[in-house]
């Protein structure tokens, strides 16, 4: 039996309901993808930043929300995160976060996107019928071999 190869650019998107589980499930989801397409390098800060994006998006929006992931080359993949609500927050704005206080309970993870993503970047979705709106959040994330060998 031959296997199938899928090369990039390849896409999956997750739409995901407004559930307090729906982060869990896009954090599994993310890693199997990148399993499965041999990118195992790039799993852990990958994963860290949708955990970011889409806990943002569970948090700060009152609809469904939706984790997209897209091979960028070899060993880079870019995780866009699509929600309805149009603010575009610091760093993707083109500001920088406030350093947020040692005891604060939120604030920190939009600082772990300039800290550990290759690349990251916003735009507003404009237009279209009712709640179809909002904004794309993205990041991309690139394996670095060198790091991970022992």
Same mark, same amino acid.
């Given at each position: 039996?031959?296997l199938a190869?899928?090369t ?6 997750l739409?995901?309901?407004q559930?307090?589980?729906?982060? /869990? ?12 397409? &041999?990118? =195992?390098? *790039?799993?852990d800060? #990958? ?8 806990t943002?998006a ?5 609809g469904p929300?939706?984790l ?9 993949v ?6 309805s ?6 760093p993707?704005?083109? /500001?920088?976060?406030?350093?947020p ?7 920190? &993870?939009? =600082?772990? *996107?300039?800290?550990c #993503? ?31 060998q022992?």
């Open positions: 039996m031959t190869t899928v990039p650019p390849w896409a999956y998107t739409q995901l309901p559930d307090p589980r729906g982060p /869990g499930i896009a954090r599994a989801t993310l890693r199997t993808v990148l399993l499965v397409h &041999g990118m =195992r390098e *790039v799993i800060t #990958a994963e860290l930043l949708a955990s970011v994006l889409v943002n569970y948090r700060h929006s009152s929300y939706s997209r992931l897209r091979g960028a080359g070899r060993s880079r870019r995780v866009g995160v699509w929600d609500n149009p603010e575009i927050p610091e993707f704005c083109g /500001g920088v976060p406030g350093e206080c040692a005891l604060a309970e939120r604030g920190r &993870g939009l =600082r772990l *996107v300039q800290e #993503a290759d690349a990251w970047g916003a735009y507003p979705i404009r237009g279209g019928l009712p709640g179809q709106g909002g904004k794309v959040l993205w990041v991309e994330c690139t394996g670095r071999p060198e790091l991970h022992r």
